[in-house]
């Protein structure tokens, strides 16, 4: 029965890892554009989210109405205005662009927030758990993280796919050149790319707060096991990721139940066989 507890927290923990991951598994799967800031925009947000909190006094789930769309804005800025610019065959440009913005944010937010960690409150939802049998509980909010982390996968599949911007998402990603002639812009649509992945960096940065604590050096950290959930599961696959960050979880959780100093090793370790097994991932983007 303890393992049965172990297997359901780790698929739970995968939920935090899928989300953190859907970002940036989204911006390479439409503009191969690895983004080294990535963990570092989940921490901002989660810091966004503070800021709104104690500002407006609301709770961390209604700052969302202002995280997303503020974060939507950044990100359709951002690629309109600078990673556009670094867009070609060779993928470093955009990364070394990214990797100084994480720079930059770490050091804003340590300035303007010193090294002190941080945690946003739900309340008694964050405790409160459903018990399966007397031995087994799930807490209410992992479960709310997976679903909501299942939602988001869900949505963007129906908008990749059941919509005249998803059709223009997939040509613009299989072949940039050939979308311009058919007339796409394909600079917009990199840009609403982009801030769709800021908008869910804004949901998995406010739900990440109320999860666990941050600081602003912090953001390392989630973009590892975020980049690890994408290799696994499968580069540029939004379903994929979700597979790559329930094996993630799964992995960590099994390694902590061996020893808990293995917990972090084991999700390593799980995905440099998979790196070394099936470089491509389990679920490889197929082109349309």
Same mark, same amino acid.
């Given at each position: ?41 989940? /921490?901002?947000?989660?810091? !966004?989210? #503070?800021?709104?909190?104690? $500002? *407006? @006094? %609301?709770? =961390? &789930?209604?700052? +969302? ?59 008694? /939802?964050?405790?409160?758990? !459903?018990? #399966?049998?007397?031995?087994? $509980? *799930? @807490? %209410?909010? =992992? &479960?709310?993280? +997976? ?142």
């Amino acid at each position: 029965m303890d393992w049965i507890n172990t297997l359901l927290q780790g698929i739970l923990l995968g939920g935090v890892y899928t989300l953190f991951a859907v970002g940036l598994s989204l911006m390479f799967g439409v503009m191969r554009l690895v983004n080294i800031a990535h963990g570092d925009m989940i /921490v901002l947000a989660g810091f !966004v989210s #503070l800021i709104i909190v104690e $500002s *407006l @006094g %609301i709770g =961390p &789930i209604p700052s +969302l109405l202002i995280v997303v769309p503020v974060f939507f804005g950044f990100g359709f800025l951002l690629q309109t205005n600078i990673l556009n610019r670094t867009l070609g065959d060779d993928l470093l440009p955009p990364m070394i662009v990214t990797f100084g913005m994480a720079i930059v944010i770490q050091n804003a937010l340590l300035e303007g927030f010193s090294a002190d960690s941080q945690k946003l409150s739900l309340g008694e /939802v964050e405790t409160a758990s !459903v018990a #399966l049998n007397n031995d087994i $509980s *799930l @807490g %209410i909010f =992992p &479960i709310i993280i +997976l679903a909501v982390a299942i939602g988001t996968i869900i949505g963007l599949q129906a908008l990749f796919y059941r919509t005249k911007l998803g059709r223009e998402f997939r040509a613009t990603s299989d072949d940039p050149e050939a979308a311009r002639m058919m007339g796409i812009n394909t600079k917009r649509i990199f840009a609403i790319a982009t801030g769709i992945a800021m908008a869910v960096i804004g949901v998995a940065g406010v739900l990440m707060a109320i999860r666990t604590t941050f600081d602003p050096l912090s953001g390392p950290v989630r973009l590892l096991f975020a980049f690890e959930a994408v290799i696994i599961g499968g580069l540029g696959s939004i379903w994929g990721t979700l597979a790559g960050g329930i094996g993630l979880g799964l992995a960590q959780a099994i390694g902590g139940r061996i020893d808990p100093q293995f917990q972090i090793m084991a999700g390593h370790l799980v995905f440099l066989a998979i790196l070394l097994a099936r470089p491509q991932g389990l679920f490889p983007k197929v082109s349309h």
